[in-house]
């Protein structure tokens, strides 16, 4: 299992970006994906997940701003986020969330700035 991690990059307050996830590997392997943050200096936080049914579960800080989605013939996994704050910017990961992350699974990470 491989996955990678794209599409950050420098986006005003109050814009909008789209990240992706592509896994090598099957998609089986994946129970329910999720997406994390690290800002510098704070602990690494999982913002967004999304089961195999398709169920979706938001951190407080980011519900109703972010959205997680999947496309199965890409193997891909997107997170939009709106409304960016500066307090968004972070390296943003994915991997499996439950029951737990998957220490192999890390990527390199996107980075999302937010700022003017």
């Known amino acids: 299992v491989r996955l990678v991690e794209s599409g950050g990059g420098l986006v005003q307050p109050g814009g909008s970006l789209r990240v992706s996830c592509t896994l090598s590997g099957s998609i089986h392997s994946i129970n329910t994906m999720g997406w994390y943050r690290q800002a510098p200096g704070k602990e690494r936080e999982l913002v967004a997940s999304?089961?195999?049914?398709?169920?979706?579960d938001y951190a407080t800080s980011v519900k109703g701003r972010f959205t997680i989605s999947r496309d199965d013939a890409k193997k891909t996994w997107y997170l939009q986020m709106n409304s960016l704050k500066p307090e968004d910017t972070a390296v943003y990961y994915c991997n499996e969330a439950f029951p737990d992350y998957v220490d192999d699974y890390w990527g390199q990470g996107t980075q999302v700035t937010v700022s003017s």
């Open positions: 999304m089961t195999t049914l398709g169920s979706k």
